[in-house]
């Protein structure tokens, strides 16, 4: 199993410092020997794919993701587009996060509709896999797109496609037409029981290599007497899926109630044995997003530091 690490808040970096914090994220986590580093999508911040190219710039090694680009405001040309001139700049290390997002994000926010959002997806990564297959050329005609484009970007390996899949329909597409998946909210006996044979037999069934299985999970180094405090924050901070009937569904496939019961948190045993039980239910990527506690700035940079510096001593695989 491979480690990387996700990146998190900016809400204590000061605007004007954030490109250059990007910058160092990426240079850091590639200088202690992680194999990732994956860009969330969040609403109304920077751009996931934008601060990969500007991370492929300062960086050599480590391969760098999106978790993940909302399929439903993006046209797939524009995406494969964007994708394929990224991927140029990061030298082939671009991993294509994707995924139909969420009805609060995409009714409520830009006023789309989420309507058949399986479909929509098989439906774009029909296109995203013709512009990726290196033919100049993208002819495609489905129920939702007809494509015929001119492509003519790199005549580089195309990006790894991750699709965002969380029930049996979409982790089937995702088996069927992506790389692998990328997780959010999946706990081990969800990824064993439900995730890793759905995607696999879809994966066997097209024909397509075994896929990976990238799960984020948020992760806080601490003494065990101040776990549940660390989990009560991870439920402050990221404890959405109330909103999101993907994440409940998801949910009920597993032990964990919530986004707390998912983190790996306690001391270095305690954590090491989580990831280990991630790794035996057959994630092949372990994506750690830290929860830095704290009550100031300072100490919550130092508590993300002592997270990354640990899990930076099992790498690159455990």
Known sequence: MRIGLMI???????????????????????????????????????????????MGQATERIELGTAVVPLQTRHPVATAQQALSTQAICGGRLALGVGPSHHWI?????????????????DYLEVLNA????????DVENDTYRVHSPLDVTDGAPPAILLAALGPVMLGIAGANATGTVLWMADERAVGDHVVPRITKAAVDAGRPAPRVVAGVPVALCPNSEVDA???????????AETSPNYLRLLERGDARGVGDVMAAGDEAAILDRLRAYRDAGVTDFVARPIPLGTDPAARAASRRRTTEFLATLTPEL
């Open 8 to 54: 998190g808040s900016d809400r204590d970096r000061a605007a004007r410092e954030r490109v250059a914090g990007f910058v160092a994220d990426a240079r850091a986590a590639e200088s202690l020997g992680f194999t990732s580093m994956w860009i969330p999508q969040v609403p109304g911040a920077f751009d996931a794919l934008t601060v990969v190219a500007l």
């Open 106 to 122: 995409v009714e409520e926010q830009f006023g789309l509709r989420y309507e058949r959002p399986a479909h929509l997806t098989r």
């Open 131 to 138: 512009a990726f297959a290196g033919q100049n050329r993208i």
């Open 230 to 240: 660390a989990r009560e924050l991870a439920e402050q901070t990221l404890g959405h």
